[in-house]
């Protein structure tokens, strides 16, 4: 798996846990934050 498909796999990790959760559900967050959430995620 290359770098660019990991990337994808993570940020549909991340859409699914902010997108579709309670938090998210009505207000995007700032593209920061995303990216954020998406070092967060891949560094697990």
């Given at each position: 798996?290359?770098g660019?498909?990991?990337?994808?796999?993570?940020s549909?990790?991340?859409?699914?846990?902010?997108?579709?959760?309670?938090?998210?559900?009505?207000?995007?967050?700032?593209?920061?934050?995303?990216?954020?959430?998406?070092?967060?995620?891949?560094?697990?």
């Amino acid at each position: 798996m290359d770098g660019a498909e990991s990337e994808r796999l993570a940020s549909r990790e991340v859409g699914k846990k902010t997108w579709d959760g309670p938090t998210f559900s009505h207000a995007r967050p700032p593209r920061n934050l995303i990216h954020a959430d998406m070092r967060t995620f891949l560094s697990e």
